[in-house]
């Protein structure tokens, strides 16, 4: 494993300090691991909601408003729950 040092200010270096205190994280160095593992999956997330939203803005548009579709979803769901 590589180390890497890094500079805080006192009260951040004490904050980090007291999310080790309750033992859900054996040091600091385990604390900030977790954080950097949340922000590659957050990444993660918002690169495939991104790559998302893109697919729909070249798929097309639609004359539908929100409304109409969401009534004809609803309506939908109810036509699946009555067939079941």
Request: charged share 35%.
């Amino acid at each position: 494993m590589a180390t890497m040092n890094i500079s805080l200010p006192d009260q951040m270096k004490a904050w980090v300090e007291a999310q080790t205190k309750d033992g859900k994280y054996a040091n600091s160095s385990d604390y900030v691991r977790d954080l950097v593992r949340k922000a590659i999956e957050r990444d993660a997330k918002e690169e495939a909601m991104a790559e998302r939203i893109r697919e729909a803005y070249d798929s097309g548009f639609v004359e539908k408003t929100i409304d109409e579709f969401m009534d004809e979803a609803w309506a939908a769901a109810q036509q699946a729950d009555v067939a079941e």
